[in-house]
């Protein structure tokens, strides 16, 4: 079934724009709360958002529509994503919601949902939710005293604190490590200085003034220039980007050079591996991770399994396959022995308690392998998809016999905005640019 409102990681769009208005979230918020009302207790739901002036729209919307299915609404203020799918658990709530569009600019928002055991939807739920979104619940709205209630919690930060240290050994100490942390002015502002600084380093805090406009603008993970030129200003060990919902991160070694998720997953599944952690002889990532870190872990007789874009598809093959670890290139990492979706502080500390560990910089300690020549291109689209085109079918097929068995193409219509994403990678650099930019050209003049 093709879906109407859901993408890769929930419902995003532009807020107040075609797809994510009040009304909407409103008639999701009783569509989600109907589908998860199982058995005669009291249903509660947990709401957390990041720093956009649109959550405070979108969380009185959604209140709405789940109190007037019965279900008690417990609203969080700005938390993490990985702090909604711990509290969801915590609070033994039926189910959990985020409101974010994660790295997004301000001007977009979205919708996502945890279930009672923290993990997101699947595709079923999901659809099962957009059939109650389009037919209406009037038949399952609540009267009387069995319309649910709201409140707000306090202390959450520091909960979510608490649990990010305890995934690190009691002892763990990060005395003489200078740090300089990149909180996007998203919902991690308050969250990562303080695990940090409790764990003793000397912290340097940026992007943690949001005015509700200035999430990842120019900041954060996705833009990590400013960081890296402040970790060589202040002559800091290793510089951490989170994004706007800070479950993914991105890691400035002592030179400020940006190490992304790839290298990361490379050092923390060679290091667990050592310590005979790292469950399922490998890790989960997907088909844009970089062939370099395939061939890496298969240097060391690990495996590398790929999935679709999209960290739930990770942790989905994650949890049927064994493995406790995976992610994605772009700083999505899931430790499932700490957490149930990608959390961007817990993957920081694991990788901070490794370079304590090796006594050797940032710069050697994550760099596990050489990138292959990789290139990213995003053709803008007005509606529909060009991939069945025949003469984008044809570009295709010629340039995956250019690039041979070194290379690969990717392919692929992003999951949250208007874009076709045309990947290409192999050992040939210049290959690489005139394969993809041959195809980019194709599809826009068919677009």
Known sequence: MARKYFGTDGIRGKANGDKLTPDL???????????????????????GKDTRRSGYMIEYALTGGFTSVGMDVYLLGPVPTPAVAMLTRSLRADLGVMISASHNPFEDNGIKFFQPDGFKLSDEIEEKIEALVEKGVSAGLTQGREIGRARRINEVTTRYTEFAKRTLPRHTDF??????????????YKTAPEALWELGAEVIAMGVEPDGFNINKDCGSTAPEALCKRVVEEGADIGIALDGDADR?????????IVDGDQLMAALALYWHELE??????IVATIMSNLGLERC???????????KVGDRYVLERMRSGGYNMGGEQSGHIILSDFSTTGDGLVSALQVMSLVQKRQRPVSEVCKM???????LTNVRISGGTPLHDDRVIKAIASGEQKLGATGRLVIRPSGTEPLIRVMGEGDDEGLVKQVVGDIAQIIEGVA
């Open 369 to 375: 392998f050489d990138l292959v020549p990789q290139l």
């Open 25 to 47: 979230a409103m008639r999701v918020g009783q569509a989600a709360g109907m589908a998860f009302r199982r058995g005669d207790h009291q249903h509660r739901v947990v709401i």
């Open 249 to 257: 991160v991105v890691i400035v070694d002592e030179k400020g050079q």
């Open 277 to 282: 952690w790292l469950n399922g002889g490998g």
């Open 297 to 307: 872990l298969s240097d060391n007789h690990l495996r590398l399994e790929r999935t």
């Open 175 to 188: 005395t003489g490590l200078k740090i300089v942390v990149d909180c996007a002015n998203g919902a991690a």
